[in-house]
């Protein structure tokens, strides 16, 4: 075993690269959801260990290819989502579903804080069977904590249509910029402050 290690290392190799390279990548689970403006819930998803990535969108009407300003302007049937990825051996669909109902007013209607309209609408949309009973259910143990009745749309997806460019980690890249410095900066404290398992600055 040792001479092998040995050759191998003469020619650039190591067990541990060999192991790495065998093992297989992570399988990556994904949702929809939509709570409000997508920068603020983009940026509260990034938090919660094991999304492995976010990304903003449009989901729930009927517009094919729709833009920023048609969805905004309530014509598309759309609202603003994002689709979160996850690893399921690091985060449950569960859990990240439970993370939801925390980083929105999912009783508001009409719209999310002084986002209006039913593009800001609180919405899930699932892709398969299993979604749909655990959004259903997970929907039904949050009542319990709210005192409102839940108005969160529990729909099929569809389509997800990506949005453009510079919507994409918005809060990152313009941490200066007003609603991310007087809206989505303390939401994201706030939730740092309540909950310690999610990512610190």
Sequence with gaps: MKRLAL???????????????????????????????????DAAYKLLPGVTHVTCGYA???TRNPTYEEVCADTTGHAEVVKVDFDPAVVSLGR???????????????????DMGPSYRSIILYANPAQKA????SRAEAQKIF???ITTEIVPLTHFW?????????????PEQNYCALVI???????????SSLKQD
């Excluded at 939801?100 to 209607?109: A, G, K, L, M, Y």
């Design 7 to 41: 050759l191998l290392s003469l020619f650039g190799f190591s067990f541990s690269a060999m192991t790495a390279a065998n093992t297989p990548p992570p399988k990556i689970e994904s949702i929809v959801v939509g709570g409000g403006c997508f920068w603020c819930t």
């Design 147 to 149: 005192r409102d009745p």
């Design 185 to 195: 900066a303390p939401k994201i404290k706030k939730l740092q402050e309540h909950d």
């Design 60 to 62: 729930g009407g009927t």
């Design 96 to 114: 990240v579903l439970e993370y939801f109902w925390s980083i929105h007013n999912p009783t508001q209607v009409g719209g999310q804080g002084h």
């Design 134 to 137: 655990a959004a259903e259910a």
């Design 162 to 174: 990506r949005a453009e460019e510079y919507h994409q980690d918005y809060f990152e890249k313009n």
